[in-house]
């Protein structure tokens, strides 16, 4: 591999570069700086109570205890801005501040914070702060608050939250066939193996926070807010992150009690959540209830195509997952409605949640167009194609490149679709009624501002600095995949160094924009390099923005999955036997990273389908799982066979490098293909997900032994 030139090393599957380091435990996560002894350790304490004020707050057993160095609450906590703005153009820049009220606004909310001498000390000691509260009633049920939801005017990324093309209810009460269907999706939660992590540490006036996050530009902005400091004296590094998905965009109170403790002590302090914390004090995705109306003609094509949506936001907050934008650019249809309700709840921020909107949204669309392909005799594959369109349905616009038919083809044929049983319930395998299902995938495809670093060092190396995070998606190794192929130089004559603020400003990782964004950086700064050696520049940076993605066209990635599943005749338990996923997504900058990335969102399909759900307790407004013993995610034993296969694509209006974001495309439609399957197994349609056995029961019961 060291070998490998110019035209050769992009798209190869090169091992990770900080792989190694990983599986050695040499790679320093957020929580792992600063030696035992030299760093003190906090604890957060978290309300008990979903909504109240704070009556009274004795702390004075928690001091007593050995070890302990500090105790703060809202009657010592220092001076900090108020959270916000909620309008903030880049919302995970916000002030985040902590101990500043003596309201209670959700359950988990952080009361108090101890630091001692070891974690031990310090979390005997916060189970020793007594905290006596004037609780009041609050709102937590999405389904009773859906009559009074609002309209949001703008989802998340800023699009209108309804659209309208042509005359969707008159088309719809015309059509020959029709579809109605509710779906509703339960609260999810990342809840990433690295939980979320703060350490800092002050020099003077200068703070440096080692934490875990998927940005580094958005913490450095909101802590300087938070403290009404320059941003230049707050120094962000995330150099390795243990999985964030979402959930790591904006930073949390650990960033800011790590830096009020270490300023008052002295000395530096780190803090890390447990796991219960987790669910209630960083965010998650919103559940939904979705109304989906289709109406086609006998030949299958749409001529009525509707998606709304209700979500939640927290009380205080105005996010709005964007459910439906999926359906504005997936499928042809002449009439068409979408439509986004916002109901405001006394519960946690909900945020993005990896692929944001398309991972439920497509949940509801591509099972309904299931039920479409059922009701009109029509193979979904078959359906699904003769709604295919080149043109952005409500953009009026091309798509910079859509190979969505091709992969539903592609897909088809390897699966063997052709031997599928229309007819539900007709296969058996012993005790197991086996089917198979289809369902389509999209995801956004966008580009963000970054600029990159490229220098050549006095013994002919190349590094490049930028800061960018690795949030376990390979983000070390596909920028140096970019840099050593663009310099015509060995891969291991290249370092590249991410997550520090000190390094050129990028937009980070997430929303799938991450390796599209920095890595046209990175080819910019060594396009620059290189056409400046001749003259003996040494150093270069170069940049992208958004302008560099061609906006006379529409930008997305597509794909089909197929799945296969087993349902026990008897326990109604749902085995996923194989699965294909076939994605059209631009370049591939590295096989082996970009497949693992569709393994894992194909996987987590199958934990929004099977598994995973969580519930609020109504009386106390917390949600009743807080753990990963309760709280189920797919492991091992639930994956069965998986593929991916990636068409060749060239995308010449996308991104400098030609890419697709692929972090999301993979969970978009999975969950979907495997419901579907369920359909076909059984002939049960599950539209309240996750399709846990329970409610399969009665439709098995009515099948012949």
Known sequence: MAESKHADVIGLPLDRIDGRLKVT?????????AAQGSAAYGVIVSASIGKGRIAGIDARDAQRLPG???????????????????????????????????????????VAFVVAETFEQASAAAAMVRIRYNPIPGDYDLHAAGPAAENP?????????????????????????RIDAKYTTPYQHQAPMEPHATMAAWEGEMLTVHTSAQLTASPQEGLARTFNIPKEDVRIITRYVGGGFGSKLPYYVDATLAAIGARTLGRPVKVAM???????TTTHRTASEQHIRLGADRDGRLTAYGQE??????????????????????YAAPNRLTRHRRAKLDLPRSDSMRAPGEAIGLLGLECAMDELADALGLDPVELRLRNDTQSDPEQDRPFASRHLAEALREGAARFGWDKRVAKPASVRDGPWFVGLGVASAIRGDVLQSATARARLESDGRLTIELAMTDIGTGSYTILTQIAADTMDMPVDRVAVRLGDTRFPPTAGSGGSFGAATSGSAVLAACRKLKAGRASGTTEALGSVTPADLDEAYSHAGFGAH????????DTGEVRVRRMLGVFAAGRILN?????????????WGIGSALLEENHVDLRFGSFINQDLANYHVAVNADVGAMDVVFLDEADPHGSPLGSKGVGELGICGAGAAIMNAIHNATGARIRDFPATSDKLLATLEKLDP
């Open 25 to 33: 435990g040499r790679a320093i996560y957020a929580f792992e700086y």
């Open 274 to 280: 447990t796991r219960p914390q987790l669910f209630h």
């Open 153 to 177: 005017g703008r989802i998340d990324g800023n699009a209108p939250a309804d659209s309208a093309t042509g005359d969707f209810e008159s088309a719809f009460a015309n059509a020959q066939v």
């Open 68 to 110: 302990v160095l500090l105790v703060l609450t809202k009657d010592n906590a220092p001076a900090q801005a108020p959270w916000g703005p909620v309008d903030l153009p880049d919302r995970f820049a916000r002030a985040e501040p902590a101990l500043n009220t003596d309201e209670v606004l959700y359950f988990g909310f952080p």
């Open 309 to 330: 949506a209700l979500v939640h936001c927290a009380r205080f907050d105005q996010f709005t997952e964007p459910v439906v934008d999926a359906a504005r650019r997936l």
């Open 562 to 569: 197929f799945a296969e599943v087993g349902v026990d005749r």
């Open 591 to 603: 096989a082996k990273t970009a497949r693992s990335q569709m393994i894992g969102g194909m996987t």
